[in-house]
């Protein structure tokens, strides 16, 4: 790592925090960079349903707690994610007796996983992506035959409860961490018809009185798209709804989207100028934002780690080099953040 560059979390501290999630091995591979660059960490799995609480007795809090202890003794921030999630939670959760669980039980064992993972790190939390990924991608005929023209996606929540464990999940999430920010976390947010869902959602959970304070935008894009202008007409409709904004999960692809079943191919240098160009315009266009985005976090560290990397077919999507070293982009974000541009 080049030690001459200037910390990015310094540059954009007038504008924003600067964020990794991580696992626990990056406490270590990645030590160095995370100290120097980054100012707020997401635990990538180990917060999530299924990883901390596989069965209905058994709790696992050692890898979460191993990056909540990192970041407060390199005085850095914590956002928790993500509890309420189709995905990464048991079977378990939706069974009793062998059968679909009663909406009450269902209930239930939500409240009581909220209240152990808020008691157990409300204070060392400030945000928290309460509820990740409800919005249907596509409503197709069946849905709407079931549940009307309305944004939700079809989950065992969904069927269990109706849309009312969005709304709870909210509740119960301020009741027992009251000083924590309670965000929406979503894909494709900057797809028109997408969009248009998450925002409904967003705004009927607003109107039937949810806690909802801010809205987390994944940002897992890729080098072609989406259009600057959709990402700009995203941020001002969400925050239209007075919600706080962050960047939760950024990257920047060189396959066409995160489940691309393409095969490897040479990534050229004009591919990489690409990226890093988009890199540069993307935080430029958040800094002209930082009255309403407060946070912006790349879904890994470096390129030795990233969910988009297969065996093979390595992938190279975030700030740093595999080798740690910044890519061009960062500096150019640095020098951009520091003369106010």
Not at 19 to 33: E, F, M, V, Y
Request: proline share 5%; glycine share 4%.
């Amino acid at each position: 790592m080049n030690k001459e560059i200037l910390s990015l979390c310094d540059s954009y501290k007038k504008y924003f925090d600067i964020g990794a999630a991580i696992s626990p091995p990056s406490l270590t591979i990645h030590a160095d960079l995370l100290k120097k660059h980054f100012n707020s960490l997401t635990c990538e799995n180990q917060m999530k349903y299924e990883p901390m609480h596989p069965e209905e007795d058994k709790w696992i809090f050692e890898p979460a707690d191993s990056i909540v202890a990192f970041a407060k003794e390199n005085g850095m921030r914590m956002r928790m994610h993500a509890p309420v999630w189709h995905n990464q939670t048991p079977k378990w959760f939706f069974e009793a007796n062998g059968r679909l669980a009663p909406r009450e039980l269902v209930f239930e064992r939500l409240e009581q996983h909220i209240k152990v993972v808020a008691e157990r790190y409300r204070d060392a939390v400030y945000a928290w992506d309460v509820v990740n990924e409800a919005t249907a991608d596509k409503v197709d005929e069946m849905f709407l035959r079931r549940y009307g023209n309305n944004p939700y996606r079809l989950t065992d929540y969904l069927v269990t409860c109706g849309v009312e464990y969005l709304e709870k999940a909210y509740h119960l999430a301020r009741k027992y961490a009251p000083h924590v920010q309670l965000f929406y976390n979503d894909y494709n947010e900057c797809d028109p018809l997408k969009r248009e869902r998450i925002y409904n959602l967003m705004k009927n959970l607003l109107d039937r009185g949810a806690p909802l304070q801010g809205f987390g935008m994944q940002t897992h894009y890729n080098i072609n798209k989406p259009d600057l202008d959709e990402v700009k007409k995203s941020i001002e409709l969400y925050a239209s709804l007075g919600l706080r904004i962050h960047i939760t999960e950024m990257d920047i692809n060189f396959y066409t989207d995160v489940h691309s079943k393409e095969a490897a191919m040479e990534i050229t240098d004009e591919m990489r100028e690409k990226q890093n160009e988009i890199y540069v315009k993307l935080f430029e266009l958040y800094r002209s934002y930082s009255d309403v985005i407060d946070s912006v976090t790349t879904w890994g560290v470096a390129d030795d780690r990233s969910w988009l990397s297969r065996p093979d077919r390595p992938n190279y999507p975030l700030l740093f080099n595999a080798d740690h070293s910044p890519k061009p982009c960062v500096y150019k974000m640095i020098d951009d953040a520091v003369a106010g541009k």
